[in-house]
């Protein structure tokens, strides 16, 4: 009747630390939605992130404490079947695997892997790209997944405010999915190795990848370093080196240098304030200059005033071939800021937010202005019972400029030209606290050169802590003069928990652009953590030419993977 208290044991052997030293940074945090509080041992400000490591507090008296040895073996027997209407690769196949760790410092971590195997791993979310450039997928393998932070690079942010359209021109020198998939099809990885870690001041990290020989590709080779120089508290100065192309018959290279000049004690006071830079070029083999990209960012990012300024050039030939890049030949200015009160006793409203952003990208090689954006928030509210009205009338003002025909949907062709555009959109969602929660974002108003209205609705309803059903629609009803179409994408997630060590979850998603729904259902059985058995199934079915739930099946796939740690 007073709540739950959770017990959480952590064995040394899994942390790296110096066993000499009986201090530690440590700080921990939870959520509590039916009070929409959070709740931290250290640092529990408003303006402070709970990443933010130098606002973490200290255990002590840590005397004793044996880690072992350091080295974790992890062997694996992966096995799969597949039933294929699509192909002749019908067939089964079972293989052994190895993963490893192995502390040589307490600060040095090797991490390798031997016939990688990646069935457990969720599949992507289903998009539709009305867009000239490519679609971001997240990275979900778990050997890339580990110190993937030691990767990470100046030119990915700042982090724009939650509702605020993206910029769409992040700069990836390394994206790991560019390792062991290619033009969409799974390219085996038969060995990885990374040494991550930190030497005095100076984080580090060195991946390699070899990938096998498939009917579409050689076996190939990839180097990836990194190394960051931690200035003062949260500032660094690091470069960052790959090497390797996954096209067949080709090689590449990149370079790049950033900087982070970070503090949350902005001009003596509690504040966030953030400067990144970086510089890249891309050596794809070719004799062009016009192979860099580079720029600046300022980030104010506080609870009641968000501020940012953002300058960046993708030059017309920068690709670096193990990193990814939306959009290039482009000169990109981005200003924007946001205003954030929390009224007391007005509505019962815990926080009011207001945004207006503004984006420009030029061409670089003829000076032309290609696409600007201009958005305004005026009317964001989250109350203190969790609902919250995150737009009523949110503005959006946007130019486009196509210099070739662009082909949005399969026979509905845009020609060149100019196109102004105006946009609404309203945003609602329920308290998370609740059993059953829905959300409903419906963009109306003008769309290239016509209309359309686009609408994204979910449910969630929970049975917490064993039960989780979901289901997710994202339409747009375009009526263009070239033709009208219809995109829609539907996703569904069902997940149940036995116990805590036993979990079967369920994704399902249809698209209307490639007629194919899909269902992956797993199981995963801890019998002891670092022990486990997943069962993965798969099954795809085409819907039929005449639309409606006629659906033909496709592609059937099994798969299973048992792994045992030995930790000593």
């Known amino acids: 009747d007073f709540g739950w208290v959770a017990e959480i044991a952590i064995p040394f052997k899994s942390l790296n630390f110096p066993a000499d030293q009986s201090e530690w940074g440590f700080n921990i945090s939870r959520n509590v939605y039916r009070k929409l509080e959070e709740s931290r041992w250290s640092g529990a400000r408003l303006e402070t992130d709970f990443l933010q490591i130098a606002e973490a507090g200290n255990i002590t008296n840590l005397e004793g404490i044996n880690q072992g040895i350091g080295l974790d073996i992890r062997p694996f027997l992966a096995a799969s079947w597949l039933d294929s209407g699509t192909s002749s690769n019908d067939g089964f196949d079972a293989e052994p695997g190895l993963d490893m760790s192995y502390n040589f410092t307490p600060s040095i971590k090797f991490t390798g892997t031997l016939n990688t195997d990646f069935g457990e791993t969720e599949v992507d979310a289903r998009q539709i790209n009305l867009s000239r450039f490519s679609l971001f997928f997240p990275e979900k393998r778990s050997f890339f997944l580990e110190d993937a932070g030691v990767f990470a690079f100046a030119s990915t942010g700042p982090s724009s405010p939650g509702g605020i359209p993206p910029a769409g021109a992040n700069v990836y020198p390394f994206f790991s999915r560019r390792i062991g998939l290619l033009n969409g099809q799974e390219v085996p990885i038969n060995i990885g190795a990374k040494w991550t870690g930190k030497a005095a001041n100076t984080d580090f990290g060195v991946l390699y990848a070899g990938t096998d020989e498939t009917s579409f590709v050689d076996n190939k080779n990839f180097v990836v370093g990194r190394f960051k120089q931690n200035l003062f508290e949260q500032s660094y100065i690091g470069g960052i080196f790959t090497d390797g192309n996954p096209a067949q018959g080709e090689s590449a290279k990149t370079y790049g ?95 009011m937010f207001h945004d207006v952003f503004y984006t420009q990208f030029e061409r670089l090689d ?96 929970k049975l917490p802590p064993k039960f989780n059903f979901s289901i997710a629609a994202n339409q747009t009803f375009a009526h263009l003069p070239e033709g009208d179409f219809i995109a829609r994408t539907i996703t569904s997630n069902i997940d149940f928990a036995v116990s805590p060590f036993l979990s079967f979850t369920n994704l399902i998603q249809y698209d209307n652009r490639s007629d194919n729904l899909g269902w992956q259902s797993r199981v995963r059985w801890t019998l002891q953590p670092g022990r486990d058995l997943f069962l993965v199934f798969n099954q795809g079915w085409i819907q039929d030419s005449l639309g409606g739930f006629r659906f033909q099946a496709q592609d059937t796939k099994v798969s299973t993977k048992c792994q045992y740690t030995f930790r000593f």
Request: proline share 4%; hydrophobic share 30%; net charge negative.
């Open 257 to 351: 240098v950033d900087t982070r000049l970070a503090t949350s004690r902005f001009m003596g006071g509690d504040k966030n304030f953030i400067v990144n830079a970086y510089g890249t070029r891309s050596d794809n083999g070719g004799s062009s200059d016009n192979d860099k990209s580079y720029g600046i960012s300022a980030h104010y990012p506080n609870d009641q005033y968000v501020g940012e300024l953002v300058y960046r050039v993708i030059e017309e030939d920068f690709n670096p071939a193990l990193g990814f890049v939306q959009r290039n030949n482009v000169r990109m200015y981005r200003v924007g800021a946001s205003y954030n009160p929390r009224p007391k006793g007005f509505l019962d409203i815990q926080q």
């Open 366 to 461: 003829n000076g032309h202005l290609e696409s600007t954006e201009f958005h305004i928030t005026p009317l964001d509210w989250h109350f203190k019972s969790g609902d919250a009205i995150h737009a009523i009338v949110d503005y959006d003002r946007t130019y486009e400029r196509l210099f070739e025909p662009f082909q949005i949907s399969p026979g509905v062709i845009l020609q060149p030209g100019e196109y102004h555009n105006h946009s609404f959109k309203t945003t609602l969602s329920t308290a998370r606290k609740r059993r059953l929660t829905a959300s409903l974002n419906a963009t109306y108003g003008d769309f290239w050169s016509g209309t359309a209205e686009r609408v994204s609705t979910a449910i969630t309803y």
